[in-house]
């Protein structure tokens, strides 16, 4: 696998004046898969997966006249690709009425990057290795007559000499399916679970509560119009109780105030889509 960025800029903010440049990262990503049939509605799997995620743009400028030595002082200056080694055991279930799946996954990350603030400089760095580990599960229940009720939740957590930003220590959903005909509809509460969201103009990492919101969606499938084949009626409505919890440290003005970001409130959408 490989990775090529190509930046060419007039003017770049982060270097003050015209900058281009183009690098490419590569790796080997082997992977295992294997499936176990304990009956003809029960299985069993494991994966071992090696990943690979390139640098990302802010921070990660490459220099082609200043070839990156990794020994020298000049060259750990650079953002180094992310390299994880991934493992996960689950086991999925079907029936007539349910469908129910849960796992166990480690996850190495020998060169986690983050975003980190000194003052009001906001810059990107790795950070060293951090170890992920974590039990998720997922289910659905058919109630008949179009309802379906689905949920899921995981538990994570990780090892690191620093605190990882933006890693919830738990999610969740819980809500309501429907579908029957040519209409469908979904009501789903969302959890997120308390997380570090950075660090602020003092130095001191912070920490947010967790969150929940909920989330409507229908729509219906209008068949063809004449001039138009496939017609669908979508809507959807986020954030159905206007939750605007602050969630993320988000830096500081230039006189020193904290800044934060928050939920936006409640929106929604209605969207008409048709084939010709």
Not at 101 to 123: E, K, M, P
Not at 124 to 153: K, P, R
Not at 217 to 231: C, F, P, T
Request: aromatic share 14%; no cysteine.
């Amino acid at each position: 696998n490989n990775f090529n960025r190509t930046y060419n800029s007039a003017f770049d903010t982060t270097v003050g004046g015209a900058f281009a440049y183009s690098h490419t990262w590569a790796a080997l990503l082997p992977s295992l898969d294997a499936h176990y049939y304990v009956s003809d509605n029960w299985s069993a799997y494991g994966q071992a997966a090696e990943g690979f995620v390139a640098p990302m743009l802010f921070g990660s400028f490459y220099n082609p006249n200043q070839p990156i030595q990794p020994n020298t002082s000049a060259g750990l200056s650079y953002l180094a690709p992310e390299k994880t080694m991934n493992y996960q055991l689950g086991t999925v279930f079907k029936s007539s009425k349910l469908t129910a799946s849960a796992d166990v996954y480690y996850i190495t990350n020998n060169n986690q990057s983050q975003q980190s603030g000194v003052g009001n400089l906001v810059t990107i760095q790795n950070i060293g290795a951090v170890h992920y580990q974590g039990v998720e599960g997922e289910a659905t229940y058919n109630l008949g007559s179009g309802f379906n009720a689905y949920g899921n939740y995981s538990r994570n957590s990780y090892t690191s000499a620093l605190p990882i930003f933006n890693a919830p220590s738990n999610t969740a959903a819980l809500g309501m399916l429907y579908g029957r005909d040519k209409a469908n509809a979904s009501v789903i509460a969302k959890e997120i679970g308390s997380r570090w969201g950075g660090t602020d103009i003092n130095g001191n990492d912070t920490h947010f509560g967790s969150y929940t919101t909920v989330n409507l969606a229908a729509g219906y499938d209008l068949g063809s119009l004449g001039w138009a084949k496939n017609a669908k009626m979508e809507f959807q409505l986020d954030d159905l109780f206007n939750r605007t919890d602050t969630i993320a440290y988000a830096g500081a003005t230039q006189g020193g105030n904290a800044l934060f970001w928050t939920l936006p409130g409640r929106m929604f959408s209605l969207n008409f889509s048709a084939s010709i």
